[in-house]
């Protein structure tokens, strides 16, 4: 089904020596700035191995061996109020470094600070399910499996969330191709219709942006709109734009075109 080449070093191939920009760095704090946070990582080595800490925007950014994920969670929810997970998500870093991170971002609601608990998880690496101890971790789990391939142990009900369950290959990692690949174009041709049907009806278009000046409207082209069926095989009629009634509407001034005002330069 897959007849392109190997794409394990794909981004490490990159013809445009831009194409991966980093952004400049926010500033970091560090954590005995803040004594509360402070007291936080100490009691948080307590349980899991601590490799990194600091302050930033405000929040306590801590780096801890991803085999100690589910003991540091309960331990921040039970021990030190952060009763809420905001989010869980993950960041393709394999051509990088070999591993995905992971986070998870907390929230104390009754002291309104945050922590946001980071691991490197290898590519065949398993975590520790938490949606038993915060609920709002049970899909999030689910995704990172489906988007990232990221496994999960212990999940009540470990399957695909957004793909279907027979997709091949996880959308968000940095070599799934951006228009889909072959499998994407047929999937869902050769699910309803069977290949046999491929040459009469085409691959599917997975572009979500893309404006066809032909679609089955012919209302692609603003000031070229034709009614249904319209032969423009000699050319597209010009259509007055108008953005309003004539004589205007109660309380809404009438848009004058000609005095309307590009800006030189963004603001």
Request: hydrophobic fraction near 35%; charge should be negative; proline fraction near 4%.
């Amino acid at each position: 089904m897959r007849p392109y080449s190997d794409k394990t070093n794909v981004q490490k191939k990159s013809y445009y020596t831009d194409r991966y920009y980093v952004a400049p760095s926010v500033p970091k704090a560090t954590i005995d700035s803040d004594e509360v946070f402070a007291r936080d990582v100490e009691v948080v080595a307590m349980v899991a191995t601590v490799q990194e800490a600091y302050i930033q925007l405000g929040h306590l950014v801590l780096f801890i061996d991803a085999v100690d994920n589910k003991k540091a969670l309960t331990l921040l929810k039970d021990e030190l109020g952060y009763e809420m997970l905001m989010e869980m998500s993950c960041i393709d870093w394999l051509a990088k470094r070999g591993e995905f991170e992971v986070f998870y971002e907390l929230l104390n609601v009754t002291t309104a600070r945050r922590i946001r608990l980071k691991m490197f998880v290898k590519e065949n690496q398993a975590l520790e399910s938490v949606s038993d101890i915060f609920r709002s971790a049970d899909w999030s789990e689910r995704e990172a499996y489906d988007m990232f391939g990221i496994k999960i142990n212990n999940h009540p009900y470990m399957k695909r969330l957004l793909m279907p369950d027979d997709w091949q290959g996880h959308p968000l990692r940095k070599t799934y191709p951006l228009q889909g690949d072959e499998f994407a174009a047929w999937y869902e041709v050769d699910k309803i219709f069977g290949k046999e049907a491929r040459d009469l009806i085409g691959p599917e278009i997975r572009d979500a942006a893309r404006i066809d000046r032909y679609d089955t409207t012919r209302f692609a082209r603003l000031g070229h709109e034709v009614p249904f069926g319209t032969n423009i095989s000699q050319g597209e009629p010009d259509t007055p734009i108008r953005y309003q009634e004539e004589g205007g509407v109660f309380l809404i001034k009438r848009l004058d075109a000609t005095k309307t005002k590009t800006l030189d330069n963004r603001r």
